[in-house]
């Protein structure tokens, strides 16, 4: 639980320092920006969409302290250009928010080629990846204590109908999250995996659109997102951990659904089940963590809830 004070103290540890963003010109990316530069970061903002310059722009009519940059994550060398242009306007980085990120519209096995696979596992996944090599590599050769957050989603710890190479690109992030957990205390690796939330992604998505769980208990507002996000960047105890965010209020109750995931589903539909289910569910999701708690032996996955 974050309280309005812990919330302080994440932003006072963050607060003065230079952030790269991907993703910046929309949704959680822009969002996300906005929070960081009104809390005196120096953000660079980073997207394939050139309205990122506007978005830039409009911040530093507000006194803050942004700049921006062009470019497909997609392209090789793309990332070191980012970096240099963040060094060059700033002179170091302490953040690296790997955010941008894209879903499939259609399954997979309705894909003539392989165009569509190959794109989203290039944004989704292996941008990330190389954008927290590229900073690691630069933290250690600065001796800068710097984090980094990637932006995972529930459709990484669930399988969701026609969703299947987005929620691999997402399980892969949480993975290599975990896996990071070793570089810190010099870097923070840490992610937040948010259930659906109210952005351009979703109102474009007719998949997610689809998806009965979206259709029944409606779309996260992007707000609880950017808590969380700056929690991950402020919170010093997080390293190689995924925060889980869902508008479920009571994360305990539990909803028997698609039979798949008892956990993860009951996280985020909360509050709103009714105490019948949540009876029944609460049996199945204990036999259900034994096994879990069985199978993450020896390489634990620390999936925290917000
Ligand atoms: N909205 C949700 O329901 C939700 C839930 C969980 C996770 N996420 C994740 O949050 C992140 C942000 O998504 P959003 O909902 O704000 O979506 P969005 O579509 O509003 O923003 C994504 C941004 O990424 C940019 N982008 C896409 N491809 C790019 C590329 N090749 N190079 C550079 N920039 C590129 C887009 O132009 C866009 O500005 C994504 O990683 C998404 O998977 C979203």
């Not at 996944?125 to 001796?143: I, K, N, S």
């Not at 690109?169 to 995996?193: D, E, H």
């Not at 909360?270 to 390489?299: C, D, E, H, Q, W």
């Amino acid at each position: 639980m974050t309280t309005s004070s812990s919330m302080d103290r994440y932003i006072a540890n963050i607060c003065g320092k230079v952030a790269i963003v991907t993703g910046a010109a929309s949704g959680l990316g822009k969002q996300l920006s906005k929070a960081l530069a009104e809390n005196q970061l120096k953000v660079l903002l980073v997207d394939i969409d050139p309205k990122v310059e506007q978005v830039s722009n409009e911040l530093n009519e507000q006194h803050h302290n942004t700049s921006w940059i062009v470019l497909d994550l997609c392209e090789r060398g793309s990332i070191q250009k980012f970096f240099d242009k963040a060094i060059d306007k700033f002179g170091h980085i302490d953040i690296v928010v790997n955010n941008a990120g894209i879903a499939n519209e259609r399954s997979l096995f309705s894909q003539e080629d392989h165009k569509e696979l190959d794109r989203i596992i290039d944004i989704n996944l292996r941008a990330p990846m190389e954008a927290t090599r590229l900073a690691v590599r630069y933290f250690r050769e600065t001796g800068i204590r710097g984090t980094v957050l990637n932006t995972a989603s529930v459709g990484g710890l669930m399988p969701i109908s026609l969703m299947e190479s987005y929620g691999s690109t997402k399980a892969g992030i949480i993975f290599f999250t975990a896996s990071c957990k070793a570089l810190a205390p010099q870097v923070r690796v840490n992610a937040v995996a948010p259930y659906f939330t109210d952005t351009p992604l979703v109102a474009n998505n007719r998949l997610v659109q689809a998806y009965p769980l979206v259709q029944k208990i409606g779309l996260m507002k992007p707000e609880k997102v950017i808590k969380t996000m700056i929690k991950a960047l402020g919170d010093e105890s997080l390293a190689g951990d995924t925060l889980m965010i869902s508008m479920g209020a009571k994360a305990e109750k539990l909803k028997f659904y698609d039979g798949l995931t008892l956990q993860v589903i009951a996280y985020i539909a909360g509050g709103t089940v009714n105490k019948y289910a949540a009876s029944i569910s609460s049996y199945f999701s204990g036999m259900l963590n034994s096994i879990l708690g069985f199978l993450r032996n020896p390489v634990p996955v620390n999936i925290k809830r917000e």
